[in-house]
């Protein structure tokens, strides 16, 4: 996986169909899907639950473009190493989920993945500062994380300030939460290079109807180009 900055869709599979992931990945990934996005979350960190790493590796099979896993779990790193064994092309953990950080994101690259980091919408640019060298993928959370389909919160400012800190570092930096047409164009304007959508992408489409998810993948697209002007 090169790093290149043309604007990324990674549709996340936590609004897809639960009983049909193979060709629920499968179907977005046909439709234009540049990376797949898989929502990870143990009832404690974040209230709600979902799959944890045997799951992921049964997703992997299916997975041709970059699986890109985020974890919404505290603790971390006594998962680093089975999410390594399921395939895990980047592997982010928040910010907030335990005092050693820095280790976390270490020992996710001393595995052989590349590393994110999340930040929380109440989490400030800063937390990231010592953090740089370390990540490949900053994710700028623009919901409070655990549910799909909230409401956009806007968090701009924020990815500006981190564009700024990033400088020439080759680093991501991922939105997750309320994205759609409206909402994508302020953030690839602010600095922003891949864009989680769930309920954008998935919404009126099925397995049974997969040309509806590339139509809303484009939607994003297009009006991501039409803001910045660059390929999206
Ligand atoms: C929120 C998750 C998001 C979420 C995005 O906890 O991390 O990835 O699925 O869903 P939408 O696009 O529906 O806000
Ligand atoms: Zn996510």
């Not at 049964?58 to 190493?81: C, E, G, N, Q, S």
């Not at 994101?105 to 930040?119: E, Y």
């Not at 953090?131 to 700028?140: F, H, I, M, S, Y």
């Not at 564009?163 to 164009?185: C, F, K, L, S």
């Amino acid at each position: 996986m090169s790093f290149d900055r043309p604007i990324k869709i990674a549709p996340s599979i936590l609004s897809a169909d639960f009983a049909d992931f193979g060709r629920e990945i499968r179907a977005i990934e046909d439709q234009g899907a540049d990376w797949v996005h898989v929502d990870v979350m143990d009832g404690h960190f974040v209230p709600n639950l979902t799959f944890g790493p045997m799951a992921v590796k049964a997703f992997r099979k299916h997975v041709t473009t970059v699986m890109d896993v985020h974890l919404m779990i505290a603790p971390v790193d006594p998962f680093i190493d089975a999410y390594a064994d399921a395939g895990t092309d980047i592997l982010t953990a928040h910010v907030e989920a335990g005092p050693h950080i820095h280790r976390t994101l270490q020992a996710i690259r001393a595995a052989g993945m590349k590393a994110g980091v999340a930040l929380n919408p109440g989490t400030p640019a800063d937390a990231v500062a010592h953090l740089l060298d370390l990540a490949d993928l900053v994710c700028v959370m623009t919901v409070n994380p655990g549910f799909g389909g909230q409401k956009f919160i806007d968090m701009t400012g924020k990815v500006r300030a981190l564009r700024g800190m990033i400088g020439d570092r080759p680093v991501h930096i991922e939105i997750d939460g309320g994205v759609d047409p409206t909402t994508a164009p302020l953030v690839a304007r602010a600095g922003a290079d891949v864009l989680v959508a769930g309920s954008a992408v998935f919404k009126g489409g099925s397995v049974d109807a997969p040309e509806v998810y590339g139509e809303n993948i484009r939607a994003i697209r297009g009006a991501v180009e039409m803001a910045t002007g660059q390929r999206a």
